[in-house]
């Protein structure tokens, strides 16, 4: 909500400006000379400044240069007798809004402030499109086969249009900014800004200046931070637990209050900014060892959504592969009209140490090299062909027993990963694996597997 500060030494001027101001919605706070209004604007956050030329001791001109020296966001609009109009256009100059000559008519007050407030947005805008390149890629539907995922979009969405805190944990790369974008997409925030930031990549210095901005940069402007820039959308810290404590404690306060101040500055400032954040580490593990505050543990996780690894939800790979085959093959004026199966049980086997990012590299890596318009193992890297050999405790020393065990094992992983990309279907599964149905129902016999088990619908 829009906060008016106005500022005449007319008392019955100032309730009437109060009503004028208030009646569509913005919130008020009133003085009686420019000497109070500097007073109350080294306190408080304004967003327009709404002043009478003539007052004692301080002008319309004087109050304007010296509010724009402490905020060089604030609206300033002057309300001017018509004698006045040249002095009014002086203040203009020096950075005011508007004027209004006396007296003041109601809709044109009120039109000038909202278009005053419009004007600013799109420079919040452009201001944040010149601190931040966040390169958007394609929609941000969140696609996905997996009932776990699943579960976690719908209740992503019912959660978007409230103000709560969002956690986002999982493995690098699997897909905790692209949710953050799917929250924030799917809340009544869409159409405003949606604000990157990564904590690990900047100093805890440059970090705060981001976060809060600087009340002077050392060229006598302030600079503006994400949670001024971005106050009614979506700021999304990547990489929360490589924060500072010490600015994890400025943060618990934040969060909890809504309120921050410049750096430098003791005015403070609200902020209507949703806040998801998001990291690949164990956050418990790294408050037993004291290096991150269980307090702001316990304020960002109200809804907390981890994101399992792609080597745990294979119905995606395959689906996100041909995805992103689809966009490279566009992007490069390709054809590809076959993946073989070697190919895709090489993707199903994989264990995908860097989840959708390597994935999608691999896709753009063989949408190059494809020729002939198929895609075959031999433009895979090698290293999804080797297999680190994991140690097993051996109960016998039978070494047939030891191989059927082996054996067993593999079968198991290998057929469950085809059961779930093909929803439990077996003559899906026997076409794609080269064996026949009955064979295939036998063997799942033996191997203790209900295929039925894959056959669960989608929430």
């Not at 860097?354 to 318009?373: D, F, P, T």
Request: net charge neutral.
């Amino acid at each position: 909500m829009p906060n008016v500060l106005i500022a005449d030494d007319d008392k019955f001027s100032r309730i009437l400006l109060e009503k004028i101001v208030q009646k569509i919605g913005y919130t008020t706070d009133s003085v009686e000379d420019g000497k109070s209004a500097l007073e109350a604007l080294k306190g408080t956050k304004y967003d327009i400044l709404l002043t009478d030329f003539n007052m004692p001791a301080m002008n319309g001109i004087e109050l304007t240069r010296r509010a724009l020296e402490l905020d060089n966001s604030i609206l300033v609009i002057l309300i001017t007798a018509y004698g006045s109009i040249k002095q009014a256009v002086e203040a203009i100059k020096l950075g005011a809004y508007d004027y209004l000559t006396k007296p003041v008519n109601n809709d044109e007050l009120q039109l000038i402030m909202k278009r005053g407030l419009e004007t600013l947005s799109l420079l919040k805008e452009v201001i944040l499109l010149r601190q931040q390149l966040d390169s958007i890629e394609g929609h941000f539907d969140f696609i996905t086969e997996s009932n776990a995922v699943r579960k976690i979009l719908d209740e992503a969405k019912k959660t978007s249009n409230s103000d709560s805190i969002i956690l986002i944990t999982g493995e690098g790369g699997s897909g905790k900014e692209h949710l953050a974008r799917y929250i924030h997409h799917n809340s009544n925030r869409a159409k405003e800004q949606f604000v990157v930031v990564n904590c690990s990549s900047v100093s805890k210095e440059e970090l705060e200046s981001n976060l809060f901005g600087v009340s002077d940069t050392g060229e006598g402007v302030a600079k503006l931070g994400y949670l001024e820039i971005a106050e009614n959308g979506t700021i999304f810290l990547d990489d929360i637990t490589s924060v500072d404590l010490a600015l994890q404690y400025t943060l618990v306060r934040v969060l909890q209050s809504r309120k921050f101040s410049r750096v430098n500055e003791n005015k403070v400032q609200t902020t209507n900014a949703r806040i998801i954040a998001a990291t690949s580490n164990d956050i418990p593990s790294l408050i037993s060892k004291g290096l991150f505050r269980e307090d702001l543990y316990y304020i960002m996780n109200v809804f907390e959504y981890n994101l399992l690894p792609l080597r745990n939800r294979p119905e995606d790979i395959i689906l996100y592969f041909n995805k992103f085959i689809q966009n490279y093959t566009n992007l490069y004026g390709k054809r590809i009209r076959e993946i073989s199966s070697e190919v895709r049980a090489a993707l199903l086997n994989y264990d995908w140490p860097g989840n959708v990012r390597e994935l999608k590299n691999i896709a753009e890596r063989v949408s190059i090299l494809a020729e002939n318009e198929k895609i075959t193992p031999d433009l895979l890297p090698d290293k999804m062909f080797i297999k680190e050999e994991k140690s097993k405790v051996l109960l016998t020393n039978d070494f047939n027993e030891n191989k059927r065990e082996v054996v067993r094992e593999f079968e198991r992983k290998f057929l469950t990963k085809f059961l779930k990309l093909f929803r439990g279907n077996i003559s899906a599964t026997a076409r794609e694996i080269n064996f026949h149905p009955v064979t295939l129902r036998q063997k799942l016999i033996d191997l203790g597997i209900n295929p039925k088990e894959f056959k669960k619908k989608l929430n």
